[in-house]
């Protein structure tokens, strides 16, 4: 027998109707794969502990469990409809969760899209072997440096890519600003340090 919206939300607490109603088709959609995972752990966390009452309860019921309250247990429905509940939102979330995941695995292994038009875009191709110049070193390689050029090897070139730091941060002048403005206040202080 379907279950109204309202009868469902009375029997659940605050958190576990926001966990509960974010499974629905249309909010299902809007979650990462981050966010999923952490809902698939709350789920399932939440019907196993409603399925371990509903069994108590029942137990209780029956006469075979001494009561764990001053009352005792006369029945589990809504304990059982709860774990249904967290049962159907955590089918949800984890089919979700494979979609997302299949779109994910289809994205990377899709090959490169190669641009009609003025622009052609580098597609992936197996490494070639650079020719060797005299005296078996590389090639140099003119690269821009915090805006100037500067000769560097190939190899350099690759470290310094890696390393990303502060070559990377010189690009933003943001940061540059923010160094120029540290550096002068230092000077002041030192200045004043030496008064002293």
Known sequence: MPTSLTTKMSLLSEPEVRLVLSSTPGKVTELSSRELRGRIQRARRLMKKYEDLA???RREAL???VPTRSRRAEGNANTVRKARYF???LTRFEKRLAQVERMAARTLTRPP???VGARRTRTATPARKTPRASGGR??????RAAGRTATASVRETRTQRRKG???KQQGFTAVRRNAHAVARNRRTQARKDQRR
């Open 55 to 57: 069994r108590i309860q």
């Open 63 to 65: 006469r075979k469990r």
């Open 87 to 89: 049962q159907q939102a």
């Open 113 to 115: 899209r190669k641009v």
């Open 138 to 143: 590389k090639p140099v390689r003119r690269v």
């Open 165 to 167: 730091g502060a070559r």
